[in-house]
């Protein structure tokens, strides 16, 4: 990230729901290209988060180490349960001094479900990255934002590729047919039909990890990558939009918020937590701002 211009590199939201959005498909050496294109896509409701505190990474052979925390004086008084963290000039002070082993600086920062009218009051505490030169522009960078609201907007611009984080829907216990896919056995070979032929050899007398056995399925962090920004709108006047179906999605609500729509489907169900970053594979050089048609909404 040297030499780029210093931001946070992340964001979160809420997922509200699927829809579908009719665009100009832009991408050249396509058979498609110039045509009209229906985008099943993802809605996801993204709040501002507040910046609450800063931690530096040390980097060393057995991996990254945190060396300082400091936090904003102004905490969201839902976090008082959560963690007790107020920072006194002087820890300022000793972070300052350590910024010389310090090899890159994180923001914690904190995005509250009740913004987006979920039940939950106790906010979601994550780290987000930082862009910059070097550790000492990036604290400095982060220092003046500490305690304030972030935007979507100020990090992520339509267009773009994101990488999104969801955890999965879960799905419970599940046997080794419905998990791994594996064959079921013939009519009448033996006692189970739905259970693998064999867990192995005589000798050496153990089950791999490699046989397909019965365990959870579902309910799993998994990364996608460059999900493409359709949309991003901030709030209206009357504090409802324009996107929201008749009721309100599906065991969502009504969204009142800012959002963003993504294209494709992302990890999860609704009301979930999803984290966003911006991506680590196959960047572009160019953003192009995407023609949107119509958002369909059902």
């Known amino acids: ?23 100009i498909d832009d991408r050249e050496k396509t058979p498609n290209f110039g045509k009209q294109l229906l985008n099943p896509s993802t809605v996801i409701v993204t709040p501002p988060v507040k910046i609450i505190g800063i931690r530096g990474y040390k980097k060393d052979l057995y991996g990254q180490h945190a060396i300082f925390d400091v936090y904003a004086k102004d905490l969201p008084k839902e ?7 107020k920072s006194s000039d002087d820890a300022f002070t000793k972070a300052e001094s350590a ?21 939950q009051k106790v906010p979601f505490v994550f780290e987000i990255a930082t862009s910059g030169k070097d550790a000492k522009s990036q604290y400095d960078y982060v220092k003046g934002i500490l305690g304030k609201e972030v935007k979507a907007s100020d990090i992520l611009q339509v267009g773009q590729n994101i990488d999104v984080f969801g955890i999965t829907r879960g799905k419970g216990i599940e046997g080794p047919i419905t998990r791994f896919g594996v064959k079921r056995k013939q009519h009448k070979s033996r006692k189970s039909v739905r259970a693998v032929g064999t867990l192995g050899p005589i000798s050496p007398a153990v089950v791999m990890y490699t046989v ?39 065991h969502f609500g009504l969204v009142k918020g800012d959002y963003m729509i993504v294209r494709g489907s992302i990890p999860g169900v609704p009301k979930r937590l999803i984290k966003i970053r911006h991506p680590i594979r196959n960047v572009p050089k160019k953003v192009l701002e995407p023609k949107v048609l119509e958002v369909v909404v059902e």
């Open 212 to 250: 397909a056995r019965q365990g959870q399925r579902g309910f799993h962090q998994r990364t996608e990558y460059n999900k493409r920004i359709l949309v991003m709108s901030s709030t209206d006047k009357d504090g409802e939009h324009s996107i929201n179906p008749s009721g309100g999605f599906k």
């Open 99 to 119: 910024l010389g082993n310090a090899s890159s600086i994180m923001a914690i920062v904190a995005v509250s479900p009740q913004a987006v009218g979920l039940a």
């Open 79 to 85: 976090l008082s349960r959560k963690f007790d963290a």
């Open 1 to 23: 990230m040297a030499g780029e211009k210093t931001s946070l590199l992340g964001f979160a939201g809420f997922k509200a729901g699927g829809i579908h959005v009719l665009t």
